[in-house]
């Protein structure tokens, strides 16, 4: 043995020591002050540490710390993004579909052939085409596939910038 570590120390009082470490160690109390002052608030430790009771964890402990731990690394940012850009997709669509029966309501003519349903049903049919067209004529498809474009260069940006921050979280563990 070529010193007094605090491994040798707790192995010596967990009874641990073969009985020859047992021996050098009790020799070296002998010659040393120092070694005694170590082992005496090793002792003190040892006690204070055997007070306490440990405590098992429940069952269900490292699921729930897990779920923690997934939720807390959760970009925030990203859920709200996502939402703000599905509502806004949906009040585009909603706005189409607005557009197109103002449309075909403003274009609309009385039938004088009665209540023909499938004459009533082609009438509607022309002018929703016709409405799209109009919708979607060379100036407006420019205006749409910019904003589109638009929308997407901030979505990269936002995930871009999500994964960035979960990893910055992820190095911080």
Request: charged residues 20%.
């Amino acid at each position: 043995m070529t010193g007094l570590t605090d491994e040798i120390l707790n192995r010596y009082l967990d009874g641990e020591l073969s009985p020859t470490e047992l021996n050098e160690v009790r020799e070296i109390f002998d010659s040393s002050e120092d070694a005694r002052r170590r082992l005496y608030a090793m002792q003190l430790v040892h006690a204070g540490l055997k007070k306490y009771k440990v405590r098992k964890p429940s069952p269900a402990f490292t699921s729930v710390l897990m779920k923690k731990i997934v939720r807390r690394t959760e970009p925030k940012g990203q859920r709200y993004f996502i939402f703000s850009i599905s509502s806004i997709f949906v009040l585009v669509s909603l706005a189409i579909i607005a557009y197109l029966a103002s449309y075909i309501i403003s274009t609309g003519q009385a039938s004088s052939e009665g209540n023909n349903s499938v004459n009533t049903l082609l009438s509607l049919a022309e002018r929703m085409v016709h409405g799209i067209k109009t919708l979607f004529t060379a100036g407006n498809v420019s205006l749409i596939g910019f904003i589109f474009s638009f929308a997407i260069i901030i979505s990269a940006w936002f995930f871009f910038d999500s994964h960035r921050q979960a990893r910055t979280k992820l190095t911080k563990l």
